[in-house]
């Protein structure tokens, strides 16, 4: 009975502090009470508008994921993973994907994303000198 009696006087103390919020306020001026953009000055260093050579991206051209191809040495599948070695050049390497179906010789395309050094694998009880996670593989040529 106490429980309940508590419970009810927090919701109607909670309630009525919600009906007197005040109003809330705009959180920029109405543009008429804004001074015209041309008054407007870029701190120190900064480049200005415009420029062609500016570090960052525009919005209208989105990064993009570098995408990387190799063959496909061996596989070891993992309950929700895939470790897949590959050969790129005259180098192999691991990474490891959400659980793909691929074989020896299969040709992949991958984004490349993170990498760890010295990765312990509890699954496998193996540690990987070097290995990166990928979000997409996809197989561009089967064998």
């Not at 299969?106 to 760890?116: A, C, G």
Request: glycine share 4%.
């Amino acid at each position: 009975m106490k429980h309940t009696a508590l419970i009810t006087v927090l919701a109607v103390l909670t309630l009525s502090a919600c009906e007197n919020k005040p109003a809330d306020k705009p959180l920029a001026p109405p543009p008429e009470k804004l001074p015209p953009p041309s008054s407007f000055t870029l701190p120190p260093g900064h480049p200005a508008t415009g420029a062609k050579d500016s570090a960052m991206a525009s919005p209208e051209t989105p990064e993009v994921d570098k995408m990387e191809t190799a063959t496909v040495v061996s596989t070891i599948d993992v309950p929700t993973f895939t470790y897949i070695e590959i050969k790129q050049g005259d180098q192999t390497r691991w990474l490891a994907a959400r659980t793909t179906k691929m074989k020896k010789g299969d040709v992949i395309e991958f984004d490349s994303n993170s990498s760890l050094e010295n990765f312990k694998s509890k699954a496998l009880d193996r540690t990987f000198p070097r290995i990166t996670f990928v979000n997409t593989v996809t197989i561009v040529k089967g064998k």
